[in-house]
């Protein structure tokens, strides 16, 4: 079994002529937003295996906010430059990568290749918003086994419900 957690990172600085879009920082709101989503996610989930993070400073931010909350090593966070905006195609490519010894993950990445992945996973929702999450699993024992016919819904969580 598989578990995928898609997390969008927290709300960010409003995109200026001064700060290049891959450098903007969370807000209060974006901090606040990833520690309280955290440790929903430690009650939802339990502590994950792996927290995979779009190297840019909002994602990578999150990431580090929601695996303190969580209880995950800082140290052992795994972000990648090529996850920057990634595609829904993308994502699923670097996902079917992961080591089989890897049973949960913590996906922390942009819009529009979230809501996109969402989408092509059977959700139907417009937009996910800052801070948001939604839990898939996996029946199958390899990640390059996962794929949209074999994801199952188990819950989606707004960071404004928290």
């Keep these: ?24 920082e969370l807000t209060e709101r974006g901090k606040r937003n990833a520690n309280d989503m955290g440790a929903f996610i430690l009650k939802k989930a339990g502590v994950p295996d792996l927290i995979l993070s779009s190297s840019a400073k909002r994602a990578h931010q999150t990431a580090i906010i929601a695996a303190k909350s969580i209880g995950y090593p800082e ?27 890897i049973n949960s993950c913590i996906f922390v990445g942009h819009n529009p290749g979230l809501t996109d992945l969402i989408n092509s996973l ?28 074999q994801a199952n819904f188990k819950w989606l969580k707004i960071a404004k419900e928290l």
């Design 1 to 24: 079994m598989k578990q995928l957690i898609i997390f969008r990172h927290g709300k960010a600085e409003q995109n200026t002529m001064a700060i290049d879009d891959y450098d903007r």
């Design 75 to 101: 140290n052992e966070i795994q972000t990648d430059q090529n996850l920057y905006f990634a595609p829904e195609r993308w994502i699923m490519n670097v996902l079917s990568k992961l080591p089989d010894n």
């Design 122 to 149: 059977g959700v139907q929702l417009d937009n996910l918003p800052t801070a948001s999450t939604a839990c898939f699993e996996f029946n199958v024992d390899s990640w390059r086994e996962v794929s949209t016919d």
